[in-house]
């Protein structure tokens, strides 16, 4: 099973893709996460918002493996606890489909990226910069996997 965390931005700081790229290393083959970076709409003074967000919600949804689960990372989802999130990825691994995780940019996903999820995940009730949030699944389903394997990095 691979999880796609399909993210608007392609330009991120050094700090963001190092942090990214230290837990998602330490995933195995079996529960991989394949980062899938979208470029962002271009912005000016005049942008018309929804149009915008809506580019690059097709550019998105163009990423999704057919037959994989949807989840895309909203505010009004679902919170999940450490231990719950280890109890869906152990799901999500003993189903063998891939999975999605949609990650909008600056102004939020497109209603079609909403509508296209099966589920909707909430990382908190905060709005968190989406080059951050990037760092922080990556971290989670890092703890989420050593905690269905009983190893000691979870210390909850």
Known sequence: MRIHLISVGTRMPAWVNDAYHDF???LPHECSLVLQQIEAGKRGKNTDIKRLISGE???MLAAIP???LCV???V???QWGSETLADTLSEWMASGDDVALLVGG???LAPACLQRATVRWSLSKL???HMLVRVVLAEQVYRAWSIGRGLP???G
């Open 24 to 26: 998602s290393k330490r």
């Open 153 to 155: 990095y979870h210390r």
């Open 106 to 108: 600056a102004d939020g």
């Open 76 to 78: 009004e989802g679902q």
């Open 57 to 59: 919600g097709d550019r």
């Open 72 to 74: 895309a990372l909203d």
């Open 127 to 129: 709005t968190l910069p």
């Open 66 to 68: 057919k037959n994989a």
